[in-house]
């Protein structure tokens, strides 16, 4: 159902300890995600000065946390020291390792998001706090990727659009806006806050990218926001 759910953290979750505890299935031998937020259900999860932390080793495309639903994340907590932590600590591949893989309505009001991934990795992959396939809405929080690589990647689709607002927050790392081909290129982007801060990576704040010919329906707005 579309019933809301509120989880509200009352201590640091490592969803490790879930799985080695068999608390957590991993459902398959090689698993896509960590927690999935099923179609259909809308959960709000506050951080609450706590952190979700997850490692490892991968050797295929992966999530930590896995939304094709409804997922809003926000940190009630008075310091803001709520956040959500992965780490790739495995040799690197043609594949993404996400924290934060959303396929359906996410909007973050807060938390840190991490992307801790080894530099073999970023060398070889591609490593984001926030991979986006669907609709986001960023109000706040801090996006941090200490793998040298994008703070989010928003990837164009085909059927329907990639729309992303963001209206404050940090972003550490570039924010990569692509379209994958002449088929997919569906999106939207919209800043109207938030302080960007470059990274070494690619010397710049926002990237757009057509990889595609056809990049008609691609289109960015910046309305506001720090740039350094």
């Known amino acids: 159902s579309n019933e809301e759910t509120n989880i509200t953290l009352g201590g640091d979750i490592d969803l490790n300890d879930l799985l080695n505890a068999g608390i957590l299935s991993t ?26 932390s997850h490692e490892k080793a ?36 043609e ?21 801790n991934s080894s530099a073999t990795v970023a060398s070889n992959g591609y490593p984001h706090p926030i991979d986006n396939y669907g609709v986001l809405t960023i109000n706040g929080g801090t996006f941090t990727n200490n ?5 989010m990647r928003i990837w164009c689709t085909t059927d329907d659009d990639t729309i992303v607002t963001i209206n404050g927050g940090t972003f550490n790392g570039s924010i990569d806006f692509q379209t994958p081909n002449a088929s997919a290129n569906k999106g939207t982007l919209t800043i109207n806050g938030g302080t960007f801060n470059a990274d070494t990576y690619t010397n710049c704040s926002v990237r757009l990218l057509g990889f595609g010919a056809d990049v008609d329906e691609m289109n960015g707005y910046i309305n506001g926001g720090h740039f350094n």
Do not use: C, F
């Not at 639903?69 to 926000?74: H, S």
């Not at 793998?147 to 703070?151: G, I, P």
């Open 95 to 115: 594949y993404a390792s996400n924290t934060i893989w959303n396929r359906g309505v996410l909007t973050i009001n807060g938390g840190t998001i991490e992307n």
């Open 147 to 151: 793998a040298n690589y994008s703070s």
């Open 27 to 52: 459902r398959a031998s090689e698993p896509t995600y960590g927690l999935l937020i099923p179609a259909g259900k809308n959960v709000v999860l506050d951080l609450n000065g706590h952190t979700i």
């Open 58 to 93: 991968q050797t295929s495309a992966y999530a930590m946390i896995d939304n094709k639903g409804t997922l809003t994340i926000e940190d009630s907590s008075a310091n803001k020291s709520g956040k959500i932590a992965y780490r790739d600590n495995g040799n690197g591949g």
